[in-house]
């Protein structure tokens, strides 16, 4: 039965690892984490989730957008299983929104991305496809691969001045609602 992992949080030395290339999709083994992983995010309620997030250093990502009291704008859109995904291209305009991760918890931050993108990846049957992103998935797919790099959204910050606490993030987001 699959169930969820436990959540690596900053400082575990395997969100700072350069996570590998997945070469063995149809292996039994690799099938049955991805149904962990894809249980784990839907009980964490994130919007996407990557395998160093659970101590998996593979180069796996889930895209898992849904609107929620934190992300009332998100798409909803089916988990996505991304392998060995990678930007093939990306629009020079960017954007900057707030971001949060279940591996910082308490913190969010104002990260700048590319507004639109162009990916490739390999599904769970290791079909090669490719797609076009803007917007929100863009944000929440640059998020991710971060992740596969060691890197977490406070490193894309422009300022240690972007990040606030999740309590004061709430005040911010409820002023910005009045106005
Ligand atoms: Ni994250």
């Known amino acids: 039965m699959a169930h969820a992992l436990e959540i690596a949080q900053l400082g575990a030395p395997v969100i700072r690892k350069e996570a590998v290339k997945v070469t063995d999709i ?19 309620g994130g919007m996407g989730i990557a395998a160093p997030q659970v101590s998996v250093s593979k180069r796996i990502i889930i895209l898992s957008p849904k609107p929620n009291t934190r992300y009332p704008y998100a798409p909803l859109m089916e988990p996505t299983i991304m392998i060995n995904p990678e930007l093939t291209w990306a629009s020079t305009e960017k954007e900057k929104d707030w971001e949060g991760c279940l591996t910082v918890p308490g913190i969010r931050g104002l990260v700048s991305r590319h507004q639109t993108i162009r990916i490739r990846y390999q599904d769970r049957n290791g079909l090669l496809l490719e797609t076009e992103y803007h917007g929100f998935l863009a944000r ?33 987001m409820a002023s910005h609602n009045q106005a």
């Open 140 to 172: 929440v797919f640059q998020h991710e691969v971060d992740h596969l790099d060691g890197l977490v959204f406070l490193d894309r910050a422009e300022s240690t001045k972007d990040l606030v606490t999740e309590k004061e993030w709430k005040r911010i």
């Open 26 to 44: 149809q292996n039994p083994e690799l099938q049955a984490f991805i149904d962990d992983l894809l249980v784990t995010v839907a009980d964490e």
